[in-house]
């Protein structure tokens, strides 16, 4: 089973300050997702990445993929309390069944005014 | 743009009883899914269908039952209801066949006591 570790679990920060958030893992895989959740709802896709290397932007939200595809970065640059809420990342499973999707626990994200 | 409406969306039940959650998709996506979050643990599959009367199990299974028998519903029962199975449950659909990306309802918040 491929696991997906995202550093940190809670993130603590003010209006205006940059922040980078993490998402490992020892697997490879054939694409990333980036979800956003905010409190009492479902999570929203922000961005896939699928090319080794490759950076997406989405306004103020930078997503990179690692090299190797086993890694992934989400970077907010000037945060702003409407940034606040779940940063998940998810997976495709290998194998079989790519259908099914493998999350991280997710980083809690808050942005004090 | 999917559409995705979930019943009940709290639920207050006691221990032993029967409970029967609903999921609806405006379009006729043929991956539905459903997931239960948790803190510590983020989302995990509970279980998943392909196609009308196909359904297939996730990680945490057990104590669960689906049943689909029109595109557009994905049933969950809780044939007898646990405080385990206190707990947040979304269901998704696959908007995205070549990434498996998926749009999530709203959610339902369910209390087992």
């Known amino acids: 089973t491929q696991l997906l570790e995202q550093s940190p679990q809670f993130l603590s920060i003010q209006e205006g300050e940059n922040l980078t958030v993490y998402c490992n893992s020892s697997s490879v895989f054939s694409s990333l997702q980036w979800y956003r959740q905010e409190p009492g709802e479902g999570p929203v896709l922000l961005v896939t990445?699928?090319?080794?290397?490759e950076v997406k932007k989405l306004k103020r939200l930078t997503f990179q993929f690692g090299d190797a595809r086993k890694d992934s970065s989400l970077h907010i640059t000037a945060a702003q309390p409407g940034d606040t809420g779940l940063y998940l990342c998810?997976?495709?499973?290998?194998?079989?069944?790519?259908?099914?999707?493998?999350f991280g626990k997710g980083t809690l994200l808050t942005v004090n005014p | 743009d999917a559409g995705i409406t979930q019943s009940p969306r709290h639920k207050v039940t006691e221990t032993g009883t029967p409970v029967t959650l609903r999921c609806h998709q405006t379009e006729n996506h043929r991956y539905m899914y459903w997931y239960r979050q948790d803190p510590g643990h983020g989302l995990r599959l509970i279980h998943y269908s392909y196609g009308v009367k196909d359904t297939d199990k996730g990680e945490v299974s057990d104590g669960y039952s689906v049943s689909r028998s029109k595109t557009e519903d994905f049933l969950l029962t809780l044939e007898s209801a646990t405080s385990s199975q206190t707990s947040v449950y979304f269901c998704?659909?696959?908007?995205?066949?070549?990434?498996?990306?998926?749009?999530f309802g709203p959610g339902t918040r369910l209390t087992v006591l």
């Open positions: 998810a997976a495709p499973n290998s194998g079989g069944s790519n259908y099914k999707l493998t």
């Open positions: 998704a659909i696959m908007t995205g066949t070549v990434y498996n990306e998926q749009f």
């Open positions: 990445v699928v090319t080794g290397g």
